[in-house]
C-alpha cells in the first residue's frame, strides 16, 4: 500500500490586533518603568574653575554638579538640595550663606602640624574611629568684592563635564582611621597613640600636596 504522506502543518494564524496592541502597550509600559528606575543625572551647575592644590597641581573645567557631604566627613552621603549647596560664612558685619555662584575665589591657608592639630578617638564606633583635624583658614571673596571667613566644616564635591571630581574641605581638614582592634574592659591600654602619630604624620603630607589651598570662579 502507499505510505501516508504528513498533513501539512496548518498556518499560523495572526494574532488579533487587539492582542497585538495590548502586548505593545505592556512593552511600553515596562520601558517606561525601567528608565523611571534608573537614576537620573544631576546637573545643577554651570560653573567654570580652577582647583589649586598646596604642591602646585592645577585642575581647571567645567562644573556640572555640586555636592555637599550630609555630615561634616560623607559617611552618611551627599546632598545636592539647593539650600544646602551654600557655604556659611562671616566677617564683621556679620554671618550670611553664600551660593557658589556668588564667588569669585578662595583661598586656604592650612596650620602647622602637630601645633594646629587637634586629634581624638569616637568611641560611638566598634572598633574605635581615629581623627587628626587640621585647623585651617578659609577665605571667601565675593563678586561683589567683599571678604567673608569660612565657618562650616562639610565637605564638598564638585564633579566636572568628564565626570571626574574632585572633593575638598575649606574650614578644618580632617584625616580619620578606625582601629584594628577593638577595645573592651580588659584592655589595659585602649587609646591607640601609634594610629594619631600616623594620622599626623598623612596630614603634614596632604597639607604640603594634596590639600585644596586655592579655588578661582569665572
Same mark, same amino acid.
Given at each position: 500500500p502507499a505510505a501516508e504522506q504528513p498533513a501539512a502543518p496548518a498556518a499560523e494564524q495572526p494574532a488579533p490586533a487587539g492582542q497585538e496592541e495590548e502586548a505593545a502597550a505592556e512593552e511600553a509600559e515596562e520601558a517606561a518603568a525601567e528608565e523611571a528606575a534608573e537614576p537620573q543625572e544631576?546637573?545643577?551647575? +554651570?560653573? /567654570?574653575?580652577?582647583? %589649586? %592644590?598646596?604642591?602646585?597641581?592645577?585642575?581647571s573645567g567645567h562644573v556640572k554638579r555640586i555636592e555637599r557631604s550630609v555630615d561634616w566627613f560623607a559617611d552618611e552621603g551627599w546632598t545636592t538640595e539647593p539650600d544646602k549647596l551654600v557655604i556659611e560664612v562671616e566677617n564683621s558685619t556679620g554671618e550670611r550663606d553664600v551660593p557658589w555662584t556668588e564667588v569669585k575665589s578662595v583661598t586656604v591657608k592650612p596650620g602647622k602640624v602637630p601645633a594646629d592639630v587637634d586629634c581624638y578617638y569616637d568611641s560611638d564606633w566598634t572598633p574605635w574611629m581615629y581623627d587628626c583635624t587640621l585647623k585651617t583658614t578659609a577665605r571667601v571673596t565675593l563678586k561683589d568684592g567683599t571678604s567673608w571667613e569660612v565657618t562650616n566644616r562639610h565637605k564638598w564635591r564638585f564633579t566636572f563635564d568628564d565626570d571626574s571630581s574632585v572633593e575638598f574641605w575649606l574650614w578644618k581638614h580632617p584625616a580619620r582611621e578606625q582601629d584594628t582592634e577593638s577595645v573592651d574592659l580588659d584592655?589595659? !591600654?585602649?587609646? !591607640?597613640? +601609634?594610629?594619631?602619630?600616623?594620622? /599626623? /604624620? %598623612?596630614? %603634614?603630607?596632604?597639607a604640603a600636596h594634596s590639600l585644596v589651598v586655592g579655588i578661582t570662579v569665572q
Amino acid at each position: 500500500p502507499a505510505a501516508e504522506q504528513p498533513a501539512a502543518p496548518a498556518a499560523e494564524q495572526p494574532a488579533p490586533a487587539g492582542q497585538e496592541e495590548e502586548a505593545a502597550a505592556e512593552e511600553a509600559e515596562e520601558a517606561a518603568a525601567e528608565e523611571a528606575a534608573e537614576p537620573q543625572e544631576v546637573v545643577n551647575a +554651570d560653573l /567654570q574653575v580652577t582647583i %589649586r %592644590r598646596a604642591g602646585g597641581e592645577t585642575v581647571s573645567g567645567h562644573v556640572k554638579r555640586i555636592e555637599r557631604s550630609v555630615d561634616w566627613f560623607a559617611d552618611e552621603g551627599w546632598t545636592t538640595e539647593p539650600d544646602k549647596l551654600v557655604i556659611e560664612v562671616e566677617n564683621s558685619t556679620g554671618e550670611r550663606d553664600v551660593p557658589w555662584t556668588e564667588v569669585k575665589s578662595v583661598t586656604v591657608k592650612p596650620g602647622k602640624v602637630p601645633a594646629d592639630v587637634d586629634c581624638y578617638y569616637d568611641s560611638d564606633w566598634t572598633p574605635w574611629m581615629y581623627d587628626c583635624t587640621l585647623k585651617t583658614t578659609a577665605r571667601v571673596t565675593l563678586k561683589d568684592g567683599t571678604s567673608w571667613e569660612v565657618t562650616n566644616r562639610h565637605k564638598w564635591r564638585f564633579t566636572f563635564d568628564d565626570d571626574s571630581s574632585v572633593e575638598f574641605w575649606l574650614w578644618k581638614h580632617p584625616a580619620r582611621e578606625q582601629d584594628t582592634e577593638s577595645v573592651d574592659l580588659d584592655t589595659v !591600654n585602649p587609646e !591607640n597613640y +601609634d594610629l594619631y602619630t600616623k594620622l /599626623q /604624620q %598623612r596630614l %603634614r603630607e596632604e597639607a604640603a600636596h594634596s590639600l585644596v589651598v586655592g579655588i578661582t570662579v569665572q
